[in-house]
């Protein structure tokens, strides 16, 4: 008889466990879809908040997928409008930038052209201390 209630005890303190646990809709609706990776407290971007001065405001990607009305649909994130999104990592906060900075950069806005054509693209901010003083 105890043996019964021994092989009982574990699905039901998964059970309790799961159920007790706060969820995000935006992590669970997400979570399946985001790339290898890439992570929902990711900044994308940082503007100067208008409330108080000198401090910034970090956009993640949390965020901007709300923002775009995203949602999981065989297997791969879309906007609102259906259209699949794709995120690219940009570059350009060197502290003491290469030679070829200017080059670099070209071929970074040239990829970001093609990209856009196809996708709705996230850009993930180089900068994701937020602080808007690093960025070039």
Not at 36 to 41: A, W
Not at 65 to 79: E, F, H, S
Not at 120 to 127: K, Q, Y
Request: hydrophobic share 35%.
């Amino acid at each position: 008889m105890e043996r019964e209630n021994m092989n009982v005890i574990p699905p039901l303190l998964l059970m309790i466990l799961f159920c007790s646990v706060p969820t995000d809709g935006v992590t669970d609706r997400f979570s399946g879809c985001l790339p290898h990776g890439v992570g929902l407290e990711e900044v994308v971007s940082s503007s100067a908040a208008k409330s108080v001065v000198g401090a910034e405001k970090k956009v993640t990607i949390r965020e901007a997928l709300r923002q775009l009305n995203a949602r999981c649909k065989r297997g791969k994130l879309v906007d609102g409008k259906g259209r699949e999104i794709y995120f690219f990592r940009l570059i350009g906060c060197w502290g003491n930038p290469p030679e070829d900075y200017e080059e670099q950069l070209a071929k970074q806005q040239q990829a970001l052209e093609r990209l856009r054509k196809k996708y709705t693209v996230v850009e993930i901010s180089c900068n994701q201390t937020g602080d808007l003083r690093l960025i070039n």
